[in-house]
T-cell receptor, first 114, second 111 residues
Framework: DADVTQTPRNRITKTGKRIMLECSQT?????MYWYRQDPGLGLRLIYY???????NKGEISDGYSVSRQAQAKFSLSLESAIPNQTALYFC?????????????FGPGTRLLVL | GDSVTQMEGPVTLSEEAFLTINCTYT??????LFWYVQYPGEGLQLLLK?????DKGSNKGFEATYRKETTSFHLEKGSVQVSDSAVYFC??????????FGSGTRLQVQP
């Protein structure tokens, strides 16, 4: 079974709709992240959480919100989706062991906003 | 702020050719450095890492050496295979919050 899972894997929605992307992990890691990937731009950090009571904005948090429901779950919401939020979204986890940040990624959610 | 710069792709090579993908970083501290690989339709996977100057990370025939004097972490492989076709991301970590990724380099290996 995959250590980091994302649901749904693909989603098509319309402008103005609210949607939620879910991420679950079985690695027991405290740190979780949401990134988006756009062609030619690499991965950009949306939000991150270092534990259940900790939420931090990344470099492109506008238009997004997150919820850390438990150590194992970290959800990303688009309150009112817009077409330029069409992208591939990745969840990641890490445990920052030995003072190093090695991240483990989910398979991604491909989102299309019409 | 921290940044990572990679050579633009795509890089197209014939099987068994030598591969180099350049990566340079800027950081206020002494970051750990990583190479991640993304195969078609999949998420990113850690390929190799190095945590201090002159360290060499290696995995699956790939190598990269942490060069503090040139702030570089170039990825190399002596003989690529078709199965190495993927997108490769260089990343840095200064321990402050999360990884900083480069824009990715697509590698296409032809038989």
């Amino acid at each position: 079974d995959a250590d980091v899972t994302q649901t749904p894997r693909n989603r098509i929605t319309k402008t103005g709709k609210r949607i939620m992307l879910e991420c679950s992990q079985t690695k027991g890691h405290d740190r979780m992240y949401w990134y988006r990937q756009d062609p030619g731009l690499g991965l950009r950090l949306i939000y991150y959480s270092f534990d259940v009571k900790d939420i931090n904005k990344g470099e492109i948090s506008d238009g997004y919100s997150v919820s850390r429901q438990a150590q194992a779950k970290f959800s990303l919401s688009l309150e009112s989706a817009i077409p330029n939020q069409t992208a591939l979204y990745f969840c990641a986890t890490s445990d920052f062991s030995d003072n190093q940040e090695t991240q483990y990624f989910g398979p991604g959610t491909r989102l299309l906003v019409l | 702020g921290d940044s990572v710069t990679q050579m633009e792709g795509p890089v197209t090579l014939s099987e068994e050719a030598f591969l180099t993908i350049n990566c340079t970083y800027t950081a206020t501290g002494y970051p750990s450095l990583f190479w991640y690989v993304q195969y078609p339709g999949e998420g990113l996977q850690l390929l190799l890492k190095a945590t201090k100057a002159d360290d060499k990370g290696s995995n699956k025939g790939f190598e990269a050496t942490y060069r503090k004097e040139t702030t570089s972490f170039h990825l190399e492989k002596g003989s690529v295979q078709v199965s190495d076709s993927a997108v490769y991301f260089c990343a840095s970590d200064t321990g402050r919050r999360a990884l900083t990724f480069g824009s990715g380099t697509r590698l296409q290996v032809q038989p």
